[in-house]
């Protein structure tokens, strides 16, 4: 019953309604788990003596993330020893982890099972799961069980059965408003795995500025970006793709089009309709960063089909989130725009806005991925042409139950909680 925070997904045909557990039941656990069967019966852990058992099948991530775990079971374990008072109950001596299948090649993708089971009793406690991501997801819980009283780990017997209730449990991180070094999306990318979230949404580029090191376009980021540097080279992509895998996290990109486009522009004028200014060389306000793609230019869509080429290449998540919000069509209104919607039977700037995403759809559906966009997509288009839709709005309850019935797929809560 894992809870999501930020992104969740209410799919497949029903609305989830979020319920709070009482978490005095299951001490410091979190997210709390589907089922969980404890007692007052108290077993003691000795760093020193603790041994970490693999049985089934294994592989690097599970490798090193016994070795994390090491750690984070037993934090400061040399000082916690020296000072303990006392050990309290029969002591566990090994951890048996038990995979049933998992190779080298294992990359998380959307719907893996990350299920598990964990039976803590003495001499020794079990974890089995189907996956290496079960597996994270048991050691992680192991280690919030574990308690030190009177200067001792302790830890009760206790028998979980866990699955998430959500596949789609996400973070969005902004990098184009507000640059992060890469130690800090590291970092947050351990905060996210403590908390058995899933994926983490990188809203690399917008309107203001794009730090994403392009080597098909290189003057994306020449130009684009705030400072030299301040762009995430492909090395750097590849590091963070391989860090947030190892801890069960997918690395979904977002390259917002056809709005927040100006810093597309900068490096290659031709992609947007210039529209709204700077005062100063310091401004990058919404107005300014809001400009358009054309979707009248066919050079638009084979700059962008290239571009989507090379980041299919770069991160291997099955999705790829393509915003299409807050697209501002007042700068549209140009008389070539507007006359290449008279020429093309085009009515209102909507239609316009739906033509473009249709056949960027078309172009990047041969890289094999799915697309998700922002809630504005889904409230344009009819029927919805993206695979999952981000919901940030606050609807009713009733639109929840209308807009999964619709799009038949997969529905994004983000920010806010819907209303009744």
Not at 4 to 19: E, S, Y
Not at 44 to 66: C, H, M, Y
Not at 90 to 95: H, M, Q, V
Request: aromatic share 12%; charged share 20%; glycine share 6%.
């Amino acid at each position: 019953m894992w809870v999501a925070t930020l992104f969740f997904v209410a799919a497949f045909g029903q609305v989830h309604r979020l319920t709070v557990p009482d978490y005095r039941i299951g001490g410091s656990l979190w997210p709390y788990p589907e089922s969980l069967k404890t007692t007052e019966q108290e077993y003691s852990l000795d760093p020193t003596k603790f041994s970490w058992n693999v049985t089934g099948e294994s592989n690097q991530i599970l490798t090193r993330a016994v070795q994390r775990y090491k750690k984070l079971a037993f934090p400061n374990w040399k000082e916690t020893i020296l000072n303990a008072l006392e050990f309290h109950g029969p002591l566990i001596l090994s951890l048996t982890i038990d995979v049933a299948k998992c190779d080298d090649g294992d990359q998380i993708q959307f719907g893996a099972d990350e299920s598990y089971t964990l039976a803590i009793s003495a001499p020794t406690s079990i974890l089995k799961s189907n996956t290496v991501w079960g597996a994270l997801r048991g050691l992680e819980t192991f280690s919030q069980l574990v308690r030190t009283k009177l200067g001792a780990y302790t830890i009760r017997k206790t028998s979980i059965q866990d699955g998430p209730r959500f596949g789609w449990r996400g973070l969005l991180i902004d990098t184009s408003r507000h640059w992060l070094p890469v130690t800090s999306i590291l970092e947050t990318i351990d905060a996210m795995s403590y908390n058995k979230l899933n994926t983490l949404h990188w809203h690399m580029v917008d309107g203001q500025s794009f730090p994403f090191e392009s080597k098909v376009f290189p003057l994306l980021s020449e130009h684009g970006s705030y400072r030299a540097d301040q762009v995430y080279k492909q090395s750097d992509i590849r590091a963070i793709i391989s860090y947030a895998n190892e801890r069960g996290v997918r690395v979904l990109p977002e390259f917002d089009m056809p709005a927040h486009a100006t810093s597309w522009g900068l490096g290659y004028p031709f992609m947007i309709v210039p529209c709204g200014s700077q005062s100063n060389a310091d401004d990058f306000n919404d107005s300014w960063g809001d400009q358009p793609m054309d979707p009248t230019n066919p050079q638009v869509y084979e700059f962008i089909e290239e571009f989507i080429a090379e980041v299919s290449s770069l991160f291997p998540d099955h999705w790829l989130h393509l915003g299409g919000d807050e697209v501002p069509y007042n700068c549209w209104n140009t008389s070539s725009i507007n006359a290449y919607m008279k020429e093309h039977n085009i009515d209102s700037y909507q239609k316009l806005e739906t033509d473009f995403i249709i056949e960027i759809n078309k172009r990047i559906r041969k890289f094999g991925k799915h697309t998700s966009y922002w809630q504005e997509v889904f409230q344009n288009t009819s029927p919805f042409i993206g695979g999952a839709v981000d919901v940030v709005w606050a609807i009713t309850k009733k639109e929840q139950e209308e807009s999964v019935e619709r799009i038949g797929n997969l529905l994004l809560f983000s920010g806010r909680t819907a209303q009744p």
